[in-house]
């Protein structure tokens, strides 16, 4: 590929919304042939809302947001801004929260007005109503939480944000170009499956309850298999397989350290553009042999 035409891909790339580190990127681009998609913020909007809530039998269900809430409000996680707007919405200003803890790909931990709180995916032993509850909110395709304090399960929150209107449309023509999409995610299989089939993404191509530094090794495996990976992810916990994959493509609407660890970013956060920059790339490189 000569210089020239590789400025010019990038500068074409500038106009569709492609923002490119350098134009040797471009000839990465060709190769592939699996693209991973993250699933919060990338094929879904990220701006979640609290839908339901459920408590134990003698919980007092003001209290269980108002303790959620607070701790949430400590974090930036999609789950928990909306945990934390939800429960001021409902419940009026928050507590603060102290010895705040976050542990990526589980949840949030510290400290409310005395109790030891813990919001996500923290407690293995869950009362049965609950358990009931959780799965009924993931089977519809919300993600459930599950909000304790002082050692024992008390509620389940369950949050939802919207499939982009972009994305089934991304993945057909990801599809046309000759890639296959994978949907990666550390949600549970339940949403990963309900959001794969809106978006046209095979049920063997789902890989969900992926603890973020997983996102990694998942990569890496595809790529034992012979494949050529491009990934397209938005948060922190995916800036690490953004850097490993063959092509690391980041929303323009993601987090900072997405963003220095990909390849290339997608300015508008559309993910119809990583199709388009498949597209320019094979174009820029057969133009110049
Ligand atoms: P994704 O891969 O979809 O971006 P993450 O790896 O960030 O998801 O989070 C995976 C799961 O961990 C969430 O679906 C949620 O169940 C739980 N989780 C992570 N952070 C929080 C939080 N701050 N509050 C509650 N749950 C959380
Ligand atoms: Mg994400």
């Known amino acids: 590929a000569t210089p020239t035409a590789l400025m010019v891909g990038t500068g074409r790339g500038a106009q569709l919304g492609i923002l490119i580190k350098g134009p040797e990127v471009l000839e990465s681009t060709r190769r592939v042939d699996t693209v991973v998609l993250d699933k919060t913020g990338t094929i879904t909007t990220g701006r979640m809302t609290l839908q339901e809530v459920h408590v134990a039998e003698g919980t007092?269900?003001?209290?269980?947001?108002?303790?959620?809430?607070?701790?949430?409000?400590?974090?930036?996680?999609?789950?928990?801004?909306?945990?934390?707007?939800?429960?001021?919405?409902?419940?009026?200003?928050?507590?603060?929260?102290?010895?705040?803890?976050?542990?990526?790909?589980r949840g949030v931990r510290g400290r409310v007005e005395g109790r030891e709180v813990a919001v996500g995916r923290l407690y293995d032993?869950?009362?049965?109503?609950?358990?009931?509850?959780?799965?009924?909110?993931?089977s519809g395709g919300r993600t459930a939480v599950v909000v304790g304090w002082d050692g024992t399960a008390r509620g389940v929150v369950a949050v939802a944000d919207a499939i982009?209107?972009?994305?089934?449309?991304?993945?057909?023509?990801?599809?046309?170009?000759?890639?296959?999409?994978?949907?990666?995610?550390?949600?549970?299989?339940?949403?990963?499956?309900?959001?794969?089939?809106?978006?046209?993404?095979?049920?063997?191509?789902?890989?969900?309850e992926v603890l973020p530094e997983d996102k990694v090794?998942?990569?890496?495996?595809?790529?034992?298999?012979?494949?050529?990976?491009a990934m397209v992810g938005d948060g922190v916990n995916d800036a690490a397989a953004l850097a490993t994959a063959d092509l690391g493509l980041a929303m323009g609407t993601g987090t900072d350290a997405a963003i220095e660890a990909s390849d290339l970013t997608l300015v508008r956060g559309d993910l119809r553009v990583a199709a388009d920059a498949i597209r320019l790339s094979r174009k820029t490189l057969s133009t110049i042999k």
């Open 60 to 105: 007092d269900e003001r209290e269980l947001l108002r303790l959620a809430g607070a701790l949430e409000h400590a974090s930036e996680h999609p789950v928990a801004r909306a945990v934390a707007a939800g429960a001021e919405e409902r419940v009026g200003p928050l507590p603060s929260a102290e010895h705040f803890e976050n542990v990526p790909g």
């Open 125 to 138: 032993d869950l009362p049965e109503e609950l358990a009931r509850a959780r799965s009924e909110a993931e």
């Open 164 to 208: 982009k209107d972009t994305s089934a449309e991304a993945v057909r023509q990801l599809r046309a170009l000759g890639l296959t999409p994978v949907l990666l995610t550390g949600d549970n299989r339940a949403v990963a499956d309900s959001v794969a089939a809106a978006v046209g993404i095979a049920p063997g191509d789902v890989i969900a």
């Open 217 to 229: 090794a998942v990569v890496r495996r595809l790529q034992g298999e012979g494949r050529s990976v």
